[in-house]
T-cell receptor, first 115, second 112 residues
Framework: NAGVTQTPKFQVLKTGQSMTLQCAQD?????MSWYRQDPGMGLRLIHY???????DQGEVPNGYNVSRSTTEDFPLRLLSAAPSQTSVYFC??????????????FGSGTQLSVL | DQQVKQNSPSLSVQEGRISILNCDYT??????FLWYKKYPAEGPTFLIS?????DKNEDGRFTVFLNKSAKHLSLHIVPSQPGDSAVYFC???????????FGTGTRLTIIP
């Protein structure tokens, strides 16, 4: 049982490049979300989804796109990378409803550096 | 506008003593309050939660207290063990928008 799988683990981009951070879960969870972790800022919600075909913005959505075509996958796209997007990114999934707020399962993170 | 604040970035506690981590929130409409624990190079893991209709929830060595009038949440760990050394995040959840919002984290170090 893999849980939540994020790829890649590390990535270095140049300013202006685009890329997609992959996230897949094998627990049939409806709820998925993306966070970024920055020193002194904690975990900030970027985008989230309560089911296939449904996405919504979090606290810091600018510069990022998401889509949810299947229950399992929730990719995060950086359209034109900026140094301010240097961060550690975490994907998470959970059971919708009462479980949406509880027992989110997190991936191990993607460390992204934008030069 | 920070909805969830953890004012202590770090805390050191002697092994065997009680660790108390604190969290303040601004919105009285949150439905669930949670604590997550994070080790380096790993994703956060769920630790314990409490519904807004309760004021205490206990799970083994971990107890969460909710003071709604003060908009204050605390996590008590007793007795503290070396494996408890980690970053602890409090989080709040709203059923209406289904958002889970985290605080800035407190790094707990247990001194053997």
């Amino acid at each position: 049982n893999a849980g939540v799988t994020q790829t890649p683990k590390f990535q270095v981009l140049k300013t202006g490049q685009s890329m997609t951070l992959q996230c897949a879960q094998d627990m049939n969870h409806e709820y998925m979300s993306w966070y970024r972790q920055d020193p002194g800022m904690g975990l900030r919600l970027i985008h989230y989804s309560v089911g296939a075909g449904i996405t919504d913005q979090g606290e810091v959505p600018n510069g990022y796109n998401v889509s949810r075509s299947t229950t399992e996958d929730f990719p995060l796209r950086l359209l034109s990378a900026a140094p301010s997007q240097t961060s550690v990114y975490f994907c998470a999934s959970g059971v919708r409803g009462e479980g949406s707020g509880e027992k989110l399962f997190f991936g191990s993170g993607t460390q992204l550096s934008v030069l | 506008d920070q909805q969830v604040k953890q004012n202590s970035p770090s805390l050191s506690v002697q092994e065997g003593r009680i660790s108390i981590l604190n969290c303040d929130y601004t919105n009285s409409m949150f439905d669930y309050f949670l604590w997550y624990k994070k080790y380096p190079a790993e994703g956060p893991t769920f630790l314990i939660s409490i519904s807004s209709i309760k004021d205490k929830n206990e799970d083994g060595r971990f107890t969460v207290f909710l003071n709604k009038s003060a908009k204050h949440l605390s996590l008590h760990i007793v007795p503290s063990q070396p494996g408890d050394s980690a970053v602890y995040f409090c989080a709040v959840f709203n059923f209406g928008n289904e958002k889970l919002t985290f605080g800035t984290g407190t790094r707990l170090t247990i001194i053997p």
